[in-house]
């Protein structure tokens, strides 16, 4: 299963490492499944020239831009395998390491999945705020994430299964996988930087999908604002007495206007940060609540498998 947005210059590269591949699985039948996240270049074009040259390419065009957390479910929905491999079109995550996938799906394990021993082409900065997010979302989550890995892996047709029914339209899928449950397997790999085009990934869509993991894996930030405003409370009660009791017994002016405008401000600024964190979970209640399908397709084209009737 293959989530593509304006990759059309990676896509060659993509078909041909796929299919050196797939040729070696030669126990199972093959099925490519792209689904186009409404995109705006020659994406669509090039995947329906391909298909009409391999006949186990399938495409679910989507009526819009979703965003690859939504391709994936549509991927889910529908894919035909007794198993499903996600990877991204940008061949960082590489084809290479599907067959060993296969070996450990074999052995029993419901998903295997990879972790980034090493990324190649990113920033000090990128690679520095992805560990410590993963960090900090493995600590205050209610279930094990997995540190340092993204969605290149292999799943069982029954976490298949099992991702389908979870219909929520704020996701996040990584924090799924580790919900479900079932065998896991880590597989080690080194990342490769992108072969061609752009990364669609810049720091703000990175900012929302971290908000996103966040506030879908643990209501640890509503805990946290709670506790901070209760210890504030505390100090500017002991605060207060203090004050009190050094006029009734000394007679001191209080003074420090200027230090006082700073604690107003300091504690507005922790009020709307604190209230900013409740909007998030209020908004995925607003959106949750709508229940509203969670895409719409334009075309889909099924591949044609031997074992089709």
Request: glycine share 6%; hydrophobic share 40%.
């Amino acid at each position: 299963m293959i989530p593509a947005y304006n990759e059309q210059e990676v896509l060659p590269y993509l078909f041909e490492r796929l299919n050196q591949v797939t040729t070696t699985l030669t126990d199972y039948e093959v099925e490519l499944l792209f689904i186009n996240d409404g995109s705006r270049d020659e994406t669509l074009p090039i995947l329906y020239r391909q298909a009409q040259e391999q006949q186990n390419i399938s495409i679910v065009d989507l009526s819009r831009n979703y965003g690859k957390e939504v391709a994936m479910l549509a991927g889910f929905d529908y894919v035909q395998g007794d198993a499903v491999i996600i990877i991204d079109a940008d061949l960082q995550d590489p084809p290479e390491l599907i067959p060993e996938m296969v070996q450990y799906w074999e052995q029993g394990y419901d998903d295997v999945y990879a972790k980034r021993r090493s990324r190649e082409g990113e920033t000090w900065l990128k690679k520095w705020t992805s560990k410590t997010y993963y960090r900090l979302l493995a600590k205050f989550s209610n279930v094990p994430i997995q540190k340092d890995t993204g969605d290149f892996r292999l799943l069982d047709r029954k976490c298949i299964e099992a991702i389908r029914q979870l219909r929520e339209s704020q996701r996040y899928t990584k924090g799924m996988f580790s919900w479900i449950g079932f065998k896991k397997k880590e597989i080690l790999f080194d990342r490769d930087p992108r072969i061609a085009g752009e990364t669609k990934w810049n720091y703000l869509k990175l900012f929302d999908l971290a908000i996103d993991g966040l506030t879908s894996s643990t209501v640890a930030p509503l805990r946290l604002s709670s506790v901070i405003g209760f210890i504030f409370s505390i100090c500017a009660f002991l605060y207060l007495f203090v004050v009190v009791l050094k006029t009734l017994l000394f007679g001191d002016p209080v003074q420090g206007y200027p230090s006082l405008m700073a604690v107003i401000l300091f504690l507005g600024g922790i009020q709307l940060l604190s209230l900013g964190i409740i909007g998030e979970y209020i908004g995925k209640i607003f959106y949750e609540t709508k229940n509203r399908p969670v895409y719409f397709t334009q075309h889909v084209v099924q591949a044609k498998l031997r074992n089709d009737k």
